[in-house]
C-alpha cells in the first residue's frame, strides 16, 4: 500500500514538473511530395514506409490532401486515391489541405472558398466509408488572412462548413532538407545523403527546444505541441528517426483532438500579416513581443538553403 501511494506521488510529480509531454504529427500535401516523380511504385513505397514508421511508433497522424494530386488530363489517378485509403485503413486520419495548395494571401475569399469545397471530395468519401468524417483544416503556407476582416472571413466559412483550424506549433523548414536530400540521392551520394539525415534530426531537435522554451516564456509550462513535416523522401527514410528523438525527450504522441484539448489553443490571435509561422510565434506577437524575443530561432544550415535553391 506504502509503495503504492510513493508510486502515484512520484507520477503526480512527473506531471507538474512537465515531464509528461505530448505531440501531434501532421504531414502536409498528401498523398505524396513526389518533385515531378509521377512513378506510381516510388509513391506507393515511400508513404508505405512512412506509414509503416508510424505504425511502429503508434503514432495517430493526421494527413492534409492537395486533391488536385489525385487527377490527370485522364480523370482520377488511381493509385493516388489508393495511397490515401491506406493511410486511412493504418488508422490515420486525413484533412483538408485545400485542393490546389492555393496562397490565401493571393487569393479572394470566394476563391479560396471555392477551393476548400472542392479539395475535400474525394477525402470525405474515404473517411465517411471508414465510418469517419473530415474534421480539420490545414491552411497551406500557414498564411490564415494577412488583415483580421480576411482571416475572420475564413474562419466563420470553415466554421459553418464543421471544420476545425489544424494550427502548428513547431514550424520548420523540413522541406528544404528533403529536396536536398533527393537532390543528393539522384546523384547516389549516400554520405551526404545520410549527414543531411543526421543533420535534419539535429535541426529538428533544436527547433523542438526552442519552441518549448518559447511556450514556457509566454505560458511558464508545457503544452501540446503539434508538428508540421511533409510526405517527402527524407521523411520516409527518417520517420523513425524523428519519432524516436521526440520519445527520447519525453514525449508521447497523440491525435489532433487530444493536442487541442490543451486551453493554450484558445489563446487569442491579435496580429495579421503575410507570414506563414507558428501559433506560438502569433501568440508572441500578439502579446507584444519584440525581435530580441525570437533570438535564438534555430536556422536551417547554409549547406541545404544552396543546395535546395
Given at each position: 500500500m506504502r509503495l503504492s501511494i510513493l508510486f502515484v506521488l512520484f507520477f503526480s510529480e512527473l506531471v507538474s514538473f512537465g515531464q509528461m509531454k505530448q505531440v501531434c504529427f501532421s504531414f502536409d500535401d498528401l498523398p505524396v511530395v513526389n518533385y515531378g516523380i509521377a512513378d506510381s511504385s516510388f509513391q506507393k513505397d515511400l508513404i508505405n514506409k512512412i506509414i509503416l514508421s508510424l505504425k511502429s511508433y503508434k503514432i495517430p497522424a493526421i494527413g492534409f490532401v492537395n486533391e488536385r494530386k489525385l487527377y490527370d488530363n485522364n480523370g482520377i489517378i488511381h493509385y493516388q486515391v489508393d495511397i490515401l485509403n491506406s493511410w486511412v485503413n493504418n488508422g490515420l486520419d486525413l484533412g483538408n489541405h485545400t485542393y490546389s495548395h492555393i496562397d490565401y494571401n493571393s487569393a479572394s475569399i470566394n476563391d479560396y472558398s471555392i477551393e476548400i469545397i472542392k479539395g475535400e471530395i474525394i477525402t470525405k468519401k474515404i473517411l465517411n466509408s471508414k465510418g469517419k468524417s473530415i474534421k480539420y483544416f490545414r491552411h497551406p503556407f500557414l498564411h490564415v488572412g494577412n488583415t483580421k476582416e480576411k482571416a475572420d472571413s475564413l474562419s466563420k466559412f470553415l466554421i459553418?462548413?464543421?471544420?476545425?483550424?489544424?494550427?502548428?506549433?513547431?514550424?520548420?523548414?523540413?522541406?528544404?532538407?528533403?529536396?536536398?536530400?533527393?537532390?543528393?540521392?539522384?546523384?547516389?551520394?549516400?554520405?551526404?545523403?545520410?549527414?543531411?539525415?543526421?543533420?535534419?534530426?539535429?535541426?529538428?531537435?533544436?527547433?523542438?527546444?526552442?519552441?518549448?522554451?518559447?511556450?514556457?516564456?509566454?505560458?511558464?509550462?508545457?503544452?501540446?505541441?503539434?508538428?508540421?513535416?511533409?510526405?517527402?523522401?527524407?521523411?520516409?527514410?527518417?520517420?523513425?528517426?524523428?519519432?524516436?528523438?521526440?520519445?527520447?525527450?519525453?514525449?508521447?504522441?497523440?491525435?489532433?483532438?487530444?493536442?487541442?484539448?490543451?486551453?493554450?489553443?484558445?489563446?487569442?490571435?491579435?496580429?495579421?500579416?503575410?507570414?506563414?509561422?507558428?501559433?506560438?510565434?502569433?501568440?508572441?506577437?500578439?502579446?507584444?513581443?519584440?525581435?530580441?524575443?525570437?533570438?535564438?530561432?534555430?536556422?536551417?544550415?547554409?549547406?541545404?538553403?544552396?543546395?535546395?535553391?
Amino acid at each position: 500500500m506504502r509503495l503504492s501511494i510513493l508510486f502515484v506521488l512520484f507520477f503526480s510529480e512527473l506531471v507538474s514538473f512537465g515531464q509528461m509531454k505530448q505531440v501531434c504529427f501532421s504531414f502536409d500535401d498528401l498523398p505524396v511530395v513526389n518533385y515531378g516523380i509521377a512513378d506510381s511504385s516510388f509513391q506507393k513505397d515511400l508513404i508505405n514506409k512512412i506509414i509503416l514508421s508510424l505504425k511502429s511508433y503508434k503514432i495517430p497522424a493526421i494527413g492534409f490532401v492537395n486533391e488536385r494530386k489525385l487527377y490527370d488530363n485522364n480523370g482520377i489517378i488511381h493509385y493516388q486515391v489508393d495511397i490515401l485509403n491506406s493511410w486511412v485503413n493504418n488508422g490515420l486520419d486525413l484533412g483538408n489541405h485545400t485542393y490546389s495548395h492555393i496562397d490565401y494571401n493571393s487569393a479572394s475569399i470566394n476563391d479560396y472558398s471555392i477551393e476548400i469545397i472542392k479539395g475535400e471530395i474525394i477525402t470525405k468519401k474515404i473517411l465517411n466509408s471508414k465510418g469517419k468524417s473530415i474534421k480539420y483544416f490545414r491552411h497551406p503556407f500557414l498564411h490564415v488572412g494577412n488583415t483580421k476582416e480576411k482571416a475572420d472571413s475564413l474562419s466563420k466559412f470553415l466554421i459553418n462548413r464543421g471544420y476545425h483550424i489544424a494550427p502548428v506549433t513547431i514550424d520548420n523548414e523540413d522541406y528544404l532538407f528533403a529536396l536536398a536530400y533527393k537532390r543528393t540521392k539522384e546523384k547516389n551520394d549516400t554520405n551526404l545523403m545520410k549527414q543531411i539525415g543526421r543533420d535534419y534530426i539535429g535541426y529538428m531537435e533544436k527547433k523542438l527546444k526552442y519552441y518549448e522554451k518559447q511556450a514556457h516564456n509566454l505560458f511558464g509550462r508545457n503544452i501540446n505541441q503539434i508538428l508540421l513535416v511533409h510526405t517527402s523522401l527524407l521523411n520516409s527514410d527518417y520517420i523513425d528517426s524523428l519519432a524516436f528523438m521526440f520519445q527520447r525527450n519525453n514525449y508521447v504522441f497523440v491525435d489532433m483532438d487530444t493536442a487541442l484539448e490543451d486551453v493554450v489553443y484558445k489563446t487569442d490571435i491579435s496580429v495579421y500579416g503575410n507570414w506563414g509561422i507558428s501559433w506560438i510565434d502569433k501568440w508572441a506577437l500578439s502579446q507584444g513581443k519584440k525581435g530580441v524575443f525570437f533570438k535564438d530561432e534555430p536556422v536551417t544550415p547554409e549547406y541545404i538553403k544552396k543546395m535546395s535553391e
